[in-house]
């Protein structure tokens, strides 16, 4: 027999082993797989499931009849017309066998007790982190951006891209992440809606050795390209694979794998620009920059700041040009880590009057910050991420002036140590 930190390894007891990890009193493997209690962990890649086998079952049986999960598949076009119908709609779910079922002892053999699901985060926000699309009512070449982010995590003990779907969705590998945003019609179709995806399928993340999807909407116009015909609307993000026209809303699966995970939200309102809320203060100007790296150098980490168990990030210098400002506004600098949401503000500074003007905004030949190691590890399992994604860009000081250009995107791997 053999347990240990919640997980069981063969020779399994049924005593020992699968009562003391479940944590319920002694009983029949009928009670124990049929999971009556409710005590079997569901995201275990181990455990008893529904399968036509008597015999011991291979990876490759667990995996075909995904490890006991179902995955709805939905469209856009069955969304419910409120939150509280859509509240319990959706969700994955484990089936456990039957009364008609075999019941396996030798299913709890790797089964892990402590094992999570395989999403770490999901996020649908706009600019100032609400959750309502931000509509201007004018023409504007400014974009209201709205931001969907999926975060795979890499320690699940089923790996995402194990997971089966159907023919009519095509194979996780081939999904992407998927943003519609609409007007609430009872549901979501177009032209009363639009759809973006993420400019990776799933595989080609993980081919680049990422574990996140992101997707980057513009709102502003909405108004006018026919979407915005009443003030109720639905932000919903799954998983689909890649459309072919911008009227197609394809079948895709759920990522609503856990009670906790909001993946549709429910708004009676846009918000518009310069609303003084989630449309931000009213605009006096707009104040546009491309920022880059002065000597094309990105970002870097290494352990060992100034104080102990940190970690220091260091920059080269960057170079900001403004073209067309005629108000001297003034700027934050932002360092903004994805994964564990760190924001730091790197330096600050005034716009000159008159555009065309370039200025190194970091004038020193490096720049250093300190990292602590919540800033930059996995809180699922207190262990530093591989790799980070940074983003630098410039935010606004100045109530009613908006500064719109480039973001610094960097992926920085962490070394070990």
């Avoid at 995955?71 to 509280?84: V, Y």
């Avoid at 190194?360 to 919540?374: K, M, R, S, W």
Wanted: aromatic residues 10%; charged residues 15%; negative net charge.
């Amino acid at each position: 027999m053999g347990n240990a930190n919640g997980k069981i390894t063969a020779p399994v007891s049924l005593r020992e082993d699968v009562a003391v990890v479940l944590g319920v009193s002694s009983g029949s493997l009928g009670y124990l797989a049929g999971n009556a209690h409710g005590k079997i962990n569901m995201w275990s890649a181990r455990k008893p499931i529904v399968h036509v086998s008597v015999g011991v079952l291979t990876s490759s049986d667990f995996k075909s009849v995904n490890y006991g999960l179902t995955i709805p598949h939905i469209k856009p076009s069955e969304l419910p017309a409120s939150k509280e119908e859509e509240r319990g709609m959706f969700l994955w779910y484990y089936t456990p066998p039957g009364e008609a079922n075999w019941k396996r002892l030798a299913d709890f053999d790797g089964y892990n007790h402590n094992a999570r699901h395989s999403i770490s985060k999901i996020r649908a926000v706009n600019q100032r982190n609400g959750h309502k699309p931000v509509v201007v009512n004018v023409v504007s070449s400014i974009a209201e951006e709205y931001y969907a982010e999926l975060l795979i995590d890499p320690y699940s003990d089923i790996p995402f891209l194990n997971y089966q779907v159907s023919a009519d969705v095509g194979s996780m590998s081939e999904l992407y992440l998927t943003l519609v945003i609409g007007t609430n019609m009872g549901t979501l179709s177009f032209p009363e809606a639009q759809i973006w995806q993420s400019e990776n399928s799933l595989q080609e993340a993980a081919d680049n050795g990422s574990y996140m999807l992101s997707v980057t909407a513009n709102t502003a116009d909405l108004v006018r390209n026919g979407v915005l015909i009443s003030q109720k609307n639905i932000v919903f993000v799954y998983l689909a694979k890649k459309v072919t026209a911008a009227n197609v809303f394809p079948a895709g699966i759920s990522l609503k794998i856990d009670s906790s995970i909001e993946t549709t939200f429910y708004n009676d309102s846009y918000a518009v620009r310069g609303d003084g809320g989630e449309g931000g203060y009213p605009v006096v100007v707009t104040v546009s920059y491309t920022i880059a790296w002065a000597n094309n150098s990105v970002p870097f980490i290494q352990k060992g700041g100034v104080i102990e168990d940190t970690w220091s990030v260091s920059f080269d210098m960057l170079k900001v040009t403004f073209t067309g400002s005629q108000y001297a506004g003034s700027y934050n600098v932002i360092f903004y880590i994805v994964e564990t949401g760190f924001i730091y503000v790197l330096t600050t500074g005034t716009t000159p009057v008159g555009g065309g003007n370039t200025q190194i905004i970091l004038d020193t030949a490096i720049t250093n910050i300190t990292l602590t190691e919540d800033d930059i590890q996995d809180q699922n399992t207190g262990q530093p991420y591989a790799q980070i994604t940074t983003r630098v860009y410039l935010e606004s000081k100045t109530t009613g002036v908006i500064y719109s250009g480039n973001t610094l995107e960097s992926k920085i791997m962490i070394p070990k140590y």
